[in-house]
């Protein structure tokens, strides 16, 4: 079956250290996101990409780092320098071009910095 | 300002009643996107509108996207517990196939 899937569904990460999420899709679409819920404030945009090894900042890139070396792999790298990074993490993706750009999102990765 | 404004915030209806979300624009919409999320889960995709005026329909829900493509409505007949979750829509601002979500709005459904 084709989808997105994240690993992990859980994550615990002590003060300081990195952690990286992953996002793998098999639907061959060119662009994936990243994007960070927290209650109340909807989905935010911290990083896309629309081309492998291109990627772009989003609303709120500052504290993390991705990186887009295969079309299939989105991977996201929440850095200690994220002041509050305990949040809901979505990936998604999508096709580019044309007059429908429905995005499809993985299951996501609950992030919780103890 | 919030680009796009979702009300109301949260909702609890009586099972079998009918209710109606809105999703507001303050810009031109190219294309609005209803998504449905349980607590917890990612997004599932509901409809997709683009013309002015445009309605659409699956089930027992229906979308509707206004002529002067700012607002749109989703309506829900005759609820069911089912339908309980968090409604979000996204908007295509023409900003290069990124997609602009709203806060989302939280259904309660009671038996």
């Known amino acids: 079956d084709g989808g997105i899937t994240q690993s992990p569904k859980y994550l615990f990460r002590k003060e300081g250290q990195n952690v990286t999420l992953s996002c793998e899709q098999n639907?061959?679409?060119?662009?994936m996101y990243w994007y960070r819920q927290d209650p109340g404030q909807g989905l935010r945009l911290i990083y896309y990409?629309?081309?492998?090894?291109?990627?772009q900042k989003g609303d709120i890139a500052e504290g993390y780092s991705v990186s887009r070396e295969k079309k299939e792999s989105f991977p996201l790298t929440v850095t200690s320098a994220q002041k509050n990074p305990t949040a809901f993490y979505l990936c998604?993706?999508?096709?580019?071009?044309?007059?429908?750009?429905?995005?499809?999102f993985g299951p996501g990765t609950r992030l919780t910095v103890l | 300002s919030q680009e796009l404004e979702q009300s109301p915030q949260s909702l609890i209806v009586q099972e079998g009643k009918n209710l109606t979300i809105n999703c507001t624009s303050s810009k031109t919409l190219y294309g609005l996107y209803w998504y449905k999320q349980k607590y917890g889960e990612g997004l599932i995709f509901l409809m997709m509108l683009q013309k002015g005026g445009e309605e659409k329909s699956h089930e027992k829900i229906t979308a509707k996207l206004d002529e002067k493509k700012q607002q749109s409505s989703l309506h829900i007949t005759a609820s069911q517990p089912s339908h309980a979750g968090i409604y979000l829509c996204g908007a295509d601002h023409g900003a290069n196939s990124k997609l602009t979500f709203g806060k989302g709005i939280t259904l309660s459904v009671r038996p």
């Open positions: 639907l061959n679409h060119d662009a």
């Open positions: 998604a993706s999508s096709t580019i071009g044309g007059s429908i750009n429905e995005q499809f």
């Open positions: 990409s629309q081309i492998v090894n291109d990627f």
